[in-house]
């Protein structure tokens, strides 16, 4: 059953259309309605034996176009009959209207099904017995009625004060009752009554708005909203009802006579309601109910029903997706155009002049047009040199409908010859050096196609999605905001968000490379291999062709193929050791590169999905930059060293603990049982903030000691200090105790003592990603923290959090990769598993049991997926050999495996 929005279909959009030939069903339904004997299980036998039928049929692939009305039909011959059974009398004096999307004829297999009792003036306790009757039926039928009661005042007052209401009217459908009072009522609710076209356009346009604002203003969310999302049903509803206001239009075939709409355009629209149609009625099968989400779960089991196979580089998931995405895209470019053409229409000034503003556009009542029908055909160029004039014309409010539709019917002349026209270079690199607008017009250059065929790699990714939970837009829309959160760095009014780096984007020589950067670093995924190496190739290829120096453009590639390197680095390395900043200032080579990655990645992440930056992750970041810009500024012939910065790293925590009245005597006690390797790992003023605690400590408390603060020296994160004298199980209890307290790990720093205790440092946040500002919060942490590492006997308590619905969805298989860290005399070991409540408590457990001391790790959550670090030694504190190293292997994968099953 492979279904898409290329496929020709038949049927309008979102307004009332004629009612379509019987299905022969209802017919024979109707009249075994009308000698029902056992009224409630005949009537609830023929709904479900509907129900079945259109099912069956939706599955042989029938057109669903008549599924849709003749799901309607079947609800009109069930409720027209329990009309007649239960109304009495007073079904000739009240008339039973169906609204909303019931009024128009369609309907999904569990879609609202809304009518209205349309009443006289006055009310008389019989209808109240009689209406009673029949809802108490249809309810004990199994129909789910929306309903309500009103007279032709009561429509009128209601739809003037809510447009939504007035738009559930004006959709209305005598079913049966007085042909008079309905038509009374339609009088009633005209534009000359209410809602004049002019206003009911503003109403609509300022609904939809903020609709989209609730879906973040795109149609590509990881679950969109088939009704509800920009791009879906509901756009398309727009359309009509603008439509039908104004023109009394009951199709919108009517809008083509109108010279709205051409007739590719109307099979185009059809096309994609189909599609959108079809998604939405295999959603309320495969759920049993009405649901307008494309949820993960639904994803994988549409897929499949429409026929989609994972094909080498694409699963079948992420097919379908991308053709719902094209689509929305699609029904969001033909919503922009008939909205633009009924504001025009009903709210423009047609006798506005034109004033020209270049050769090929002018402007009219402040919108942007062409100065003739034929500019693209002789001047090419005109197609990107009209978002340039956008730019340079803030006062504009956008493109004029007749211009929009030209741009559409020209993209044809967007070949390799205009590709490698030098004019067009120009105008391109124009459009990213504008002072304003380049997001914007990148996005509408995306809309309105110009810019996957500017850009072929760019096209390609268009609607291109990744079935995890890490990305959460389609590749095209990730890489606009990427641009965006680049933008807002080069504009003052944003520089509340980030100060510093801020200053660091508008030093950079040339600001429009980071935005080259932007667009390739990620245009390569889905075609196999490396996409950032491949991207790297296309971007420089591009920007040679473009007219960039070759210093230039080697800059653009170096940035797509590294655009990974600082976070990952940053995330999974120890960036306190002096051989990883050695090794990645050498990588970087000087200031310039490393400024220019620093702003690219912050604009990556930032952009790849809204609850993946957080406060310590921005800390993380800046914190490693400055100590790799320190590295650049002593030169690579001179790299840091271990016995200075040890040295360094010392005096200065001294000079803050005397500052703080701790003397040195109380010092040394403090630090005689700590090594080197803790003096490497913390700033002076975690080592501070330890050693005041440590100082202060009664000398006789054998417990553990635990404390909980803003991090010291680094804002960001919330910091848990925890020293325990008996090891046993420490870091798995106090994982456990933390992750069931609903705290994000986001980084563990463990220091076994020369004693034969533990000094632990364990970085938190909150699940909203911000630090802990409530002290009674972190008094509540100390105390839970005390109890769980006191009880050194009892077994480790589970965590019993619950799993998140998304990320039960995925199944990831664990993965175990060990190295050698040779300066530091340890084994570095990576674990790529499921994220799940409990997971760190469970590695913390296998490693004591298998006798490895643990040194660090480094936590990273990617999407549904973990992929943490751990730094590891013998009890000698030797590296694992081959042996204990397949022992762990083998220990961890069957407590993962447990874990898994359990999960």
Same mark, same amino acid.
Request: with cysteine; charged share 25%.
């Given at each position: 059953?492979?279904?898409?929005?290329?496929?020709?279909?038949?049927?309008?959009? /979102?307004?009332?259309?004629? !009612?379509?030939? &019987?299905? =022969?069903?209802?017919?024979?339904? #109707? $009249?075994? +309605? %009308?000698? @029902?004997?056992?009224?409630?299980?005949?009537?609830?036998?023929?709904?479900?034996?509907?129900?079945?039928?259109? /099912?069956?049929?939706?599955? !042989?692939?029938? &057109?669903? =176009?008549?599924?849709?009305?003749? #799901? $309607?039909? +079947? %609800?009109? @011959?069930?409720?027209?009959?329990?009309?007649?059974?239960?109304?009495?009398?007073?079904?000739?004096?009240?008339?039973?209207?169906?609204?909303?999307?019931?009024?128009?004829? =369609?309907?999904?297999?569990?879609?609202?099904?809304?009518?209205?009792?349309?009443?006289?003036?006055?009310?008389?306790?019989?209808?109240?017995?009689?209406?009673?009757?029949?809802?108490?039926?249809?309810?004990?039928?199994?129909?789910?009625?929306?309903?309500?009661?009103?007279?032709?005042?009561?429509?009128?007052?209601?739809?003037?004060?809510?447009?939504?209401?007035?738009?559930?009217?004006?959709?209305?459908?005598?079913?049966?009752?007085?042909?008079?009072?309905?038509?009374?009522?339609?009088?009633?609710?005209?534009?000359?009554?209410?809602?004049?076209?002019?206003?009911?356009?503003?109403?609509?346009?300022?609904?939809?708005?903020?609709?989209?604002?609730?879906?973040?203003?795109?149609?590509?969310?990881?679950?969109?909203?088939?009704?509800?999302?920009?791009?879906?049903?509901?756009?398309?509803?727009?359309?009509?009802?603008?439509?039908?206001?104004?023109?009394?239009?009951?199709?919108?075939?009517?809008?083509?006579?109108?010279?709205?709409?051409?007739?590719?355009?109307?099979?185009?629209?059809?096309?994609?309601?189909?599609?959108?149609?079809?998604?939405?009625?295999?959603?309320?099968?495969?759920?049993?109910?009405?649901?307008?989400?494309?949820?993960?779960?639904?994803?994988?089991?549409?897929?499949?029903?429409?026929?989609?196979?994972?094909?080498?580089?694409?699963?079948?998931?992420?097919?379908?997706?991308?053709?719902?995405?094209?689509?929305?895209?699609?029904?969001?470019?033909?919503?922009?155009?008939?909205?633009?053409?009924?504001?025009?229409?009903?709210?423009?000034?047609?006798?506005?002049?034109?004033?020209?503003?270049?050769?090929?556009?002018?402007?009219?009542?402040?919108?942007?047009?062409?100065?003739?029908?034929?500019?693209?055909?002789?001047?090419?160029?005109?197609?990107?040199?009209?978002?340039?004039?956008?730019?340079?014309?803030?006062?504009?409010?956008?493109?004029?409908?007749?211009?929009?539709?030209?741009?559409?019917?020209?993209?044809?002349?967007?070949?390799?010859?205009?590709?490698?026209?030098?004019?067009?270079?120009?105008?391109?690199?124009?459009?990213?050096?504008?002072?304003?607008?380049?997001?914007?017009?990148?996005?509408?250059?995306?809309?309105?196609?110009?810019?996957?065929?500017?850009?072929?790699?760019?096209?390609?990714?268009?609607?291109?999605?990744?079935?995890?939970?890490?990305?959460?837009?389609?590749?095209?829309?990730?890489?606009?905001?990427?641009?965006?959160?680049?933008?807002?760095?080069?504009?003052?009014?944003?520089?509340?968000?980030?100060?510093?780096?801020?200053?660091?984007?508008?030093?950079?020589?040339?600001?429009?490379?980071?935005?080259?950067?932007?667009?390739?670093?990620?245009?390569?995924?889905?075609?196999?291999?490396?996409?950032?190496?491949?991207?790297?190739?296309?971007?420089?290829?591009?920007?040679?062709?473009?007219?960039?120096?070759?210093?230039?453009?080697?800059?653009?590639?170096?940035?797509?193929?590294?655009?990974?390197?600082?976070?990952?680095?940053?995330?999974?390395?120890?960036?306190?050791?002096?051989?990883?900043?050695?090794?990645?200032?050498?990588?970087?080579?000087?200031?310039?590169?490393?400024?220019?990655?620093?702003?690219?990645?912050?604009?990556?992440?930032?952009?790849?999905?809204?609850?993946?930056?957080?406060?310590?992750?921005?800390?993380?970041?800046?914190?490693?930059?400055?100590?790799?810009?320190?590295?650049?500024?002593?030169?690579?012939?001179?790299?840091?060293?271990?016995?200075?910065?040890?040295?360094?790293?010392?005096?200065?925590?001294?000079?803050?603990?005397?500052?703080?009245?701790?003397?040195?005597?109380?010092?040394?006690?403090?630090?005689?049982?700590?090594?080197?390797?803790?003096?490497?790992?913390?700033?002076?003023?975690?080592?501070?903030?330890?050693?005041?605690?440590?100082?202060?400590?009664?000398?006789?408390?054998?417990?553990?000691?635990?404390?909980?603060?803003?991090?010291?020296?680094?804002?960001?994160?919330?910091?848990?200090?925890?020293?325990?004298?008996?090891?046993?199980?420490?870091?798995?209890?106090?994982?456990?105790?933390?992750?069931?307290?609903?705290?994000?790990?986001?980084?563990?720093?463990?220091?076994?003592?020369?004693?034969?205790?533990?000094?632990?440092?364990?970085?938190?946040?909150?699940?909203?990603?911000?630090?802990?500002?409530?002290?009674?919060?972190?008094?509540?942490?100390?105390?839970?923290?005390?109890?769980?590492?006191?009880?050194?006997?009892?077994?480790?308590?589970?965590?019993?959090?619950?799993?998140?619905?998304?990320?039960?969805?995925?199944?990831?298989?664990?993965?175990?990769?060990?190295?050698?860290?040779?300066?530091?005399?340890?084994?570095?070991?990576?674990?790529?598993?499921?994220?799940?409540?409990?997971?760190?408590?469970?590695?913390?457990?296998?490693?004591?049991?298998?006798?490895?001391?643990?040194?660090?790790?480094?936590?990273?959550?990617?999407?549904?997926?973990?992929?943490?670090?751990?730094?590891?030694?013998?009890?000698?504190?030797?590296?694992?050999?081959?042996?204990?190293?397949?022992?762990?292997?083998?220990?961890?994968?069957?407590?993962?495996?447990?874990?898994?099953?359990?999960?």
């Amino acid at each position: 059953m492979r279904a898409g929005p290329g496929d020709a279909s038949e049927g309008p959009a /979102a307004v009332v259309t004629p !009612a379509p030939a &019987p299905w =022969e069903y209802i017919a024979a339904l #109707r $009249a075994r +309605l %009308a000698t @029902a004997t056992e009224p409630v299980r005949d009537y609830r036998a023929a709904l479900e034996e509907g129900n079945r039928e259109l /099912a069956r049929r939706f599955r !042989a692939d029938e &057109p669903i =176009e008549a599924l849709v009305h003749e #799901r $309607a039909l +079947l %609800a009109d @011959a069930l409720l027209v009959q329990a009309w007649s059974l239960h109304a009495g009398p007073a079904g000739d004096e009240l008339a039973l209207v169906a609204v909303g999307g019931y009024g128009r004829g =369609e309907l999904l297999p569990c879609s609202d099904i809304d009518v209205m009792v349309l009443l006289p003036q006055g009310e008389r306790p019989e209808w109240t017995v009689a209406l009673e009757g029949f809802l108490s039926f249809l309810w004990d039928i199994g129909l789910e009625i929306g309903h309500s009661a009103r007279t032709i005042d009561d429509c009128q007052r209601e739809a003037l004060s809510d447009v939504s209401v007035a738009t559930t009217l004006i959709e209305a459908r005598l079913l049966a009752g007085p042909e008079a009072l309905f038509t009374a009522m339609r009088h009633a609710l005209a534009p000359d009554h209410l809602w004049s076209s002019r206003d009911f356009f503003d109403a609509k346009v300022r609904e939809q708005a903020e609709r989209h604002h609730r879906y973040h203003d795109t149609a590509y969310n990881l679950e969109p909203n088939v009704k509800q999302s920009p791009g879906g049903l509901r756009d398309l509803q727009t359309i009509g009802w603008v439509a039908k206001r104004h023109f009394g239009a009951d199709t919108l075939q009517e809008l083509t006579g109108h010279g709205f709409l051409m007739p590719r355009e109307l099979a185009q629209l059809q096309a994609a309601q189909s599609w959108l149609w079809r998604i939405r009625f295999a959603l309320h099968l495969v759920t049993g109910r009405r649901e307008d989400r494309l949820l993960f779960d639904h994803q994988i089991r549409l897929a499949r029903l429409f026929g989609y196979e994972d094909s080498n580089y694409t699963l079948a998931v992420e097919q379908f997706m991308q053709r719902y995405y094209r689509t929305a895209m699609f029904v969001s470019w033909l919503n922009e155009l008939l909205l633009q053409h009924f504001r025009e229409e009903i709210l423009a000034d047609r006798d506005a002049p034109a004033v020209l503003l270049s050769r090929q556009f002018q402007e009219r009542d402040e919108y942007l047009e062409v100065a003739g029908d034929d500019a693209f055909v002789r001047y090419p160029s005109a197609l990107l040199e009209l978002f340039l004039v956008l730019q340079q014309n803030p006062r504009l409010r956008g493109v004029r409908a007749n211009t929009i539709r030209l741009i559409t019917q020209n993209l044809w002349l967007i070949d390799e010859e205009f590709r490698q026209n030098p004019r067009n270079h120009r105008l391109f690199l124009d459009i990213l050096k504008a002072p304003a607008g380049v997001t914007h017009e990148l996005r509408r250059m995306n809309l309105y196609g110009v810019l996957g065929r500017y850009i072929p790699a760019f096209g390609r990714i268009v609607g291109r999605m990744q079935y995890d939970l890490f990305h959460a837009y389609t590749v095209d829309a990730h890489t606009l905001f990427v641009v965006s959160n680049l933008r807002r760095l080069a504009l003052e009014r944003y520089d509340h968000e980030f100060p510093t780096l801020a200053q660091i984007f508008r030093a950079l020589p040339k600001p429009e490379l980071a935005y080259l950067a932007a667009i390739f670093h990620d245009l390569a995924k889905g075609r196999g291999g490396d996409h950032s190496e491949l991207g790297a190739v296309d971007a420089e290829a591009f920007c040679l062709e473009q007219g960039l120096s070759r210093y230039d453009a080697r800059l653009v590639a170096w940035l797509v193929r590294h655009h990974l390197m600082l976070s990952v680095t940053s995330q999974k390395q120890d960036i306190a050791d002096p051989q990883v900043i050695n090794a990645f200032a050498r990588e970087v080579g000087d200031q310039i590169r490393l400024d220019y990655l620093y702003v690219l990645t912050v604009a990556d992440v930032r952009g790849t999905n809204p609850k993946l930056w957080n406060s310590w992750k921005a800390s993380l970041f800046d914190e490693f930059y400055e100590r790799v810009k320190q590295a650049l500024r002593r030169g690579l012939e001179s790299p840091i060293d271990r016995e200075q910065l040890l040295a360094e790293t010392r005096a200065e925590a001294r000079g803050l603990l005397e500052a703080n009245g701790i003397g040195a005597s109380a010092v040394d006690r403090a630090w005689s049982a700590l090594t080197d390797t803790y003096f490497l790992r913390h700033s002076a003023a975690e080592i501070a903030w330890h050693t005041g605690r440590l100082a202060t400590r009664d000398p006789a408390d054998t417990g553990p000691l635990v404390a909980v603060a803003a991090h010291p020296g680094r804002g960001g994160a919330t910091v848990v200090l925890v020293h325990t004298r008996g090891r046993r199980h420490s870091f798995a209890r106090a994982t456990a105790a933390l992750d069931q307290m609903g705290l994000s790990i986001q980084d563990a720093r463990i220091t076994p003592t020369t004693d034969g205790a533990s000094l632990d440092s364990y970085l938190v946040l909150e699940d909203t990603g911000l630090p802990i500002s409530d002290p009674q919060r972190m008094t509540g942490i100390e105390q839970v923290l005390t109890r769980a590492l006191t009880e050194q006997n009892a077994a480790t308590p589970p965590v019993t959090r619950r799993m998140p619905r998304q990320v039960r969805m995925f199944s990831t298989s664990t993965q175990l990769t060990f190295s050698d860290d040779a300066e530091n005399a340890r084994t570095i070991l990576e674990v790529i598993a499921g994220d799940r409540p409990g997971l760190l408590s469970e590695i913390g457990k296998v490693l004591w049991d298998q006798k490895v001391e643990l040194h660090g790790a480094k936590i990273m959550t990617v999407g549904e997926r973990a992929e943490d670090v751990f730094y590891v030694t013998d009890e000698s504190t030797l590296p694992l050999g081959e042996a204990r190293r397949a022992a762990l292997s083998g220990a961890l994968l069957r407590a993962l495996a447990t874990r898994d099953v359990a999960a």
